[in-house]
């Protein structure tokens, strides 16, 4: 054959996976003599770092830095060519014969890789980082690398030992609280140390990730317990969430409640992720050192026993912990309480004891009043006997009394102890009105859905009363209505407020009350009946900031003349972000609204109007206390002496403020004694 003929027709670039033909080694010179490679030919610089061979790097070669937190050793010697060497090896360059093209390289071979061609992706440390460039970063920096495998290592088993520590309020964020031993991570370390690689490491990712699980229930326990003086349950309490975005957002605005919402989501997902990493970084820094990590987990497990059975203390908090145990035991009971409870109370509900009484034997003696009951947001025993927020509420109770005597109104008052805290006012609501204990969500759901009785439909039951509702706090629809049995609900949007919203309240009281009087209490009922009515009054709802002022009731028309008034009042973040400051201005709200009720009475009140009015619950935690009780004032006033004798025996305070020793009830206890008191006959009804 001729020359020609023997020559390799030229083709057209073909690109593998990582290689060009374009980055082939060039052919052999026509004037160069043919020569054969072999292996005493390979320049020794191809062995150097930058090109390694195709052998895998032995343990022995590896250096030390390869071994930091993070990485797993190799689990078994490579016995092939690796992808570096693939791309690092220069191929033996095959002799021609002068005169002739250098031969087309197969495109499924391997071939040099130029050292700008893109290289096989590894597995990334950074992003963007194949492990030789991490080898070549440790062994050119050694010092900065072990400084920062260390730091990591520490930050892991710093954040995991947090979250075991965690506790699920706030006042236990102290410092000593975590400088303890949990139980939790010494078992863990020891199962983790034990266990092969796959199962250690998904073992790990799941138990850090349930780890994460609890921290989230821990911080919404601290919140639950500063607001509302409960722990968070995590069959009920999940519906509240959107009740705290609301009120963020009415409180703070738009804005705020957008970058609060982002931050929750970006923490939950931080609580579960960083965890989940930092459990399985842990669990591969134990398998590399399980030597050390046996005799660590060992000395440790010594020392919690021994702390744990001589009582060890540092500060009052023993040095042995198992609060990640104990915190998901509690979590445990908790959701088989609730289980347990709905089953319960749904029987309880069926039992009434005036279930059965018949509409003569009901209240007959409160028949023709003109009876009125009211919530006042808020308003608590704190209110009245704190050293901050006392003395201008007491000094306002006791100009009120002063002011309805003159009127002609006395007034007696005692405790009820409420069903709620903080928050969830709905609860003291249905619990005083039903009395029964409605103390979380699915109760109050098995009453409203209930036809057990409650104290104003026992009202309209008698067929001597029209009901009706004032509710300016309600912005959509109220099935609840049909429980209470009131014929007419005025909702916020009925009546007619073109003013400013001050924070959470939607309206003023002293605007709400003057509707109340133009709307319903200056019109008989066209059917000659008597009137009861419940109002809920809002003013007085945190953040209390910016506050109302009284203004002249013949000056309200429909509430614009209260846009200066909101314009010059506190900034709500600035009164949230001060305990002392959310004291002083929770106490001006309570002023604002006994005034206004009580004011209100003087100017409209006739001889036969019974006011019975109350508060929902106890301002939160950063405002009462910690220790607060959950106790409400309550006063009965009333023109008709004949009223307020007919509960001369409960011993009661004259006024409207009840004395340190007046008397305590429960508040599901109110309405029995009260159907009694006036004169209703109890006809049990079973279930």
């Not at 957002?249 to 609060?260: E, I, P, Y």
């Not at 109002?535 to 007085?540: A, C, P, V």
Request: a negative charge; one cysteine or more; hydrophobic letters at 40%.
């Amino acid at each position: 054959m001729s020359a020609v003929d023997d020559r390799t027709e030229p083709v057209e670039e073909t690109a593998t996976e990582d290689i060009s033909v374009a980055d082939a080694p060039e052919a052999a010179s026509e004037d160069a003599p043919p020569k054969a490679a072999s292996a005493e030919d390979t320049p020794p610089e191809a062995a150097s770092a930058e090109d390694t061979t195709s052998e895998a790097p032995s343990a022995e070669d590896t250096p030390p830095e390869a071994a930091s937190a993070g990485e797993e050793p190799p689990s078994e010697p490579a016995a092939t060519t690796t992808s570096e060497s693939v791309e690092d090896t220069p191929a033996p360059v095959p002799a021609t014969a002068p005169g002739t093209a250098a031969a087309t390289p197969d495109p499924t071979a391997d071939s040099p890789v130029s050292p700008d061609s893109p290289r096989r992706p590894s597995l990334p440390y950074w992003p963007g980082w194949s492990r030789r460039r991490r080898r070549e970063w440790k062994a050119a920096y050694p010092t900065a690398a072990n400084v920062l495998s260390i730091a990591l290592n520490l930050l892991a088993a710093g954040l995991v030992v947090a979250a075991l520590l965690l506790p699920d309020t706030i006042v236990g964020l102290r410092l000593r609280q975590f400088v303890r031993i949990p139980a939790e991570a010494i078992i863990g370390a020891a199962v983790l140390t034990a266990l092969p690689r796959r199962p250690r490491i998904v073992l790990a990712a799941v138990s850090g990730a349930a780890l994460g699980a609890m921290s989230l229930l821990n911080f919404l326990d601290m919140g639950f317990n500063q607001y509302l003086g409960r722990p968070f349950n995590p069959i009920l309490d999940w519906s509240l969430l959107g009740d705290a975005q609301s009120y963020l957002n009415d409180s703070l605005g738009h804005a705020v409640t957008l970058a609060a919402t982002v931050g929750v989501v970006v923490l939950v997902l931080a609580l579960f992720l960083l965890p989940a990493l930092a459990t399985v970084r842990l669990g591969n820094l134990l398998a590399r050192h399980t030597g050390t990590a046996t005799r660590g987990t060992l000395i440790a497990g010594v020392a919690w026993i021994t702390c744990s059975s001589l009582g060890i203390q540092l500060a009052g908090i023993p040095l042995a912990s198992d609060r990640t145990a104990s915190a998901l035991k509690v979590q445990a009971h908790q959701v088989a309480a609730t289980l347990h409870d709905e089953a319960e109370f749904a029987k309880v509900a069926k039992v009434d004891a005036f279930g059965n009484t018949p509409p003569a034997q009901l209240l007959p003696d409160l028949r023709g009043k003109d009876m009125i009951f009211t919530f006042i947001e808020s308003y608590g025993r704190s209110a009245v006997e704190d050293p901050i927020m006392a003395p201008g509420v007491d000094s306002t109770l006791d100009a009120r009394t002063q002011a309805l005597a003159k009127a002609g109104f006395h007034a007696k008052s005692g405790w009820l102890t409420s069903a709620t805290y903080g928050g969830s006012s709905w609860l003291g609501h249905s619990t005083t009105m039903s009395g029964l204990w409605i103390s979380n969500q699915q109760r109050y759901r098995t009453v409203m859905a209930s036809d057990h009785l409650s104290l104003t439909d026992a009202f309209k039951k008698t067929g001597a009363f029209d009901t009706v509702g004032v509710m300016p706090g309600v912005q959509k629809a109220w099935p609840e209505q049909k429980y209470y049995g009131l014929d007419k609900v005025y909702n916020a949007f009925e009546l007619g407020y073109k003013g400013p919203k001050f924070s959470w309240s939607t309206m003023p009281d002293q605007y709400a009350l003057q509707q109340y009087q133009d709307r319903v209490h200056s019109k008989l009922p066209a059917d000659g009946k008597a009137r009861m009515s419940l109002l809920i009054l809002t003013s007085s709802h945190q953040p209390w900031a910016p506050i109302p002022k009284m203004v002249g009731w013949d000056q309200l028309g429909d509430g614009s003349i209260f846009k200066g008034i909101q314009a010059a009042g506190n900034n709500p973040a600035d009164v949230i972000a001060d305990t002392t400051k959310s004291r002083q201005e929770y106490g001006k709200t309570i002023q604002y609204s006994v005034t206004a009720l009580t004011e209100w009475l003087t100017r409209y009140g006739t001889k036969d109007t019974v006011l019975v009015f109350l508060g929902d619950h106890q301002p939160i935690a950063r405002v009462s206390g910690n220790h607060a009780s959950r106790d409400v004032p309550i006063s009965i006033v009333a023109k008709d002496p004949k009223v307020l004798d007919k509960i001369a025996s409960w011993n009661w305070t004259d006024g409207l403020r009840p004395a340190h020793n007046a008397p305590v009830w429960k508040m599901s206890a109110f309405r029995d004694r009260f159907l009694a008191a006036y004169g209703s006959t109890p006809h049990p009804k079973q279930g």
